[in-house]
């Protein structure tokens, strides 16, 4: 018996969204590789919404399965409502993780937040022009 | 499925299960005494004749084996049962004695030795080690995780030169590598069966005649009567032509592996138990990989830190100077008897596979 849920391991098998968005608008970067996790999000905005999002994971099946289940939850929300996309709802979308690997959809719903924040600063400069 | 997980434990022989069926279901008594029935006498024989099997083996007298119920045993009885003062071991050992030995710190002082890139224990650190009132050195024969075999005889020698206690934790090289416990001045050995195609649960520590050792366990002990007969069996069917076979297949998958860049091959490449390797993948990590040839029917380890205990990365790469980049791509294969070369290739191909799927996911690159 596996520790993961079959959702887990179905989302790492078929991870959805994966890969470098080739004209994104804004990048999370979270992690670092000394440490295991490095996870990378794109994100494409039009009208305040996530129109098309892409990633890229170094780590575990945990880390993997936790950036497309992300990756599917924030696609098509608006830039506030995925704000609001947590790690527990990550978490929760895969029906649970081991306690030990909280930690990775940690830094999906971070590297995400990371990618918004950053495209609204972006943002916020160019309207100023 | 493609087992090559067998530094962790092996498919049981089938005329292994065999002999232990017949100590299950019909001879199935044991002797309480010299005196007991003719048919409980049986389990007599059960002993002496696997003992006598070890001792040819490694070259002791069958009156210097006891019966443990593997390798934990073995260890934890060698550490708890020698007399008081210091003891020696090294950073790469099996959990059963460095765990042990961690609790023993509270009584006694104990000196880990390093070891270099390739697994080998630092000699001179251990001459400089050896105190007045040191009473033990303890150090493994063949490393379960890289397969790095030690100079046990120039060790024992240093030993005896000290009057030191010396004991072997051989459980991953028994048959694997030959042992004479006369010639590499051993007075403790530690050998296990389930890593030899034998039964689970089953051991034996060899104690040199003269050695004092206090018993962990006391009084008339049930042994695993069908489990010592399987072990004896084990012994009896083991051919030494599979240790050609896997060392041949060793350096087949060495030769394949290292075509696939950015990757490490762990451990030493000239002194090396034919049956284990260790490789790290860099920018991937070795959790993945196992639970991706796992969807593809190949069975294996990693000593990545997300799949250890407490997330803590392989203690042995660590100790060879390894960092966790290193270490988080590792994964481990164990061959045994029954590996064929055409596993071997269906490996080689899932793993490439694999291997190249997960860097295409990773963020980092180079």
């Known amino acids: 018996m596996s520790v993961y849920t079959e959702k887990v391991l179905e989302h790492f098998k078929n991870p959805r969204n994966q890969g470098k968005l080739k004209d994104y608008d804004a990048v999370g970067e979270k992690g670092n590789p000394i440490c295991g996790d490095v996870m990378y999000i794109y994100i494409k905005v039009k009208d305040d919404k996530i129109v098309d999002i892409g990633w890229e994971t170094m780590g575990c099946a945990a880390a993997i399965a936790t950036t497309s289940m992300l990756s599917e939850m924030a696609k098509g929300k608006t830039l506030d409502e995925a704000m609001k996309l947590t790690k527990q709802d990550v978490a929760d979308g895969l029906d649970g993780l081991p306690p030990v690997k909280m930690h990775c959809s940690n830094l999906a719903a971070d590297a995400l937040h990371e990618a918004i924040q950053k495209y609204r600063e972006k943002h916020k400069k160019t309207k100023s022009k | ?366």
């Open chain 2, 1 to 366: 499925m493609i087992y090559l997980d067998n530094t962790t434990t092996t498919q049981v022989d089938e005329r292994v299960v065999q002999t232990m069926n017949k100590y299950q279901t019909n001879e199935y008594g044991i002797a309480v005494s010299d005196y007991s029935p003719s048919f409980s006498m049986k389990s007599q024989e059960v002993l002496e004749n696997t003992k006598k099997i070890i001792s040819k083996k490694v070259k002791c007298k069958p009156e210097e084996l006891i019966f443990t119920s593997g390798q934990s045993e073995s260890n934890n009885q060698v550490l708890k049962g020698v007399e008081k003062g210091h003891i020696i071991t090294t950073k790469i050992e099996h959990s059963s004695i460095l765990e042990t030995c961690k609790n023993l710190e509270k009584e006694r002082s104990i000196t880990y030795l390093n070891v270099d890139k390739e697994g080998f224990v630092d000699l001179s650190q251990l001459k400089k080690s050896l105190q007045e009132d040191t009473i033990l050195v303890s150090i493994q024969h063949a490393n379960q995780e890289v397969g790095t075999i030690q100079d046990i005889e120039k060790i024992g020698k240093i030993c005896r030169e000290h009057k030191v206690l010396f004991h072997v934790d051989a459980s991953q090289s028994f048959l694997k590598q030959s042992i004479d416990v006369k010639k590499m001045n051993i007075d403790l050995l530690t050998i296990t069966a389930h890593l030899i195609h034998g039964p689970k649960g089953v051991g034996v520590l060899y104690v040199r005649k003269g050695v004092q050792l206090k018993l962990l366990i006391q009084g008339s002990r049930v042994l695993n009567i069908p489990g010592i007969a399987g072990y004896g069996k084990a012994i009896q069917v083991w051919d030494n032509k599979d240790n050609e076979k896997m060392k041949k297949q060793k350096e087949r998958l060495i030769q394949e592996i290292e075509k696939i860049p950015n990757t490490v091959i762990f451990g030493s490449r000239s002194n090396s138990l034919s049956n284990i390797l260790s490789v790290g993948f860099k920018f991937i990590e070795g959790e993945a990989i196992v639970l991706y040839l796992d969807t593809e029917g190949i069975v294996l380890s990693t000593g990545s830190a997300c799949a250890g205990k407490g997330l803590k990365p392989s203690h042995v790469l660590e100790a060879m100077g390894y960092g966790e980049e290193e270490s988080h791509g590792s994964i481990r294969l164990g061959l045994s008897k029954y590996t064929t070369d055409k596993e071997i290739d269906i490996t080689v191909k899932k793993l490439k596979e694999v291997v190249e799927k997960l860097r295409k996911m990773s963020p980092i690159k180079e």
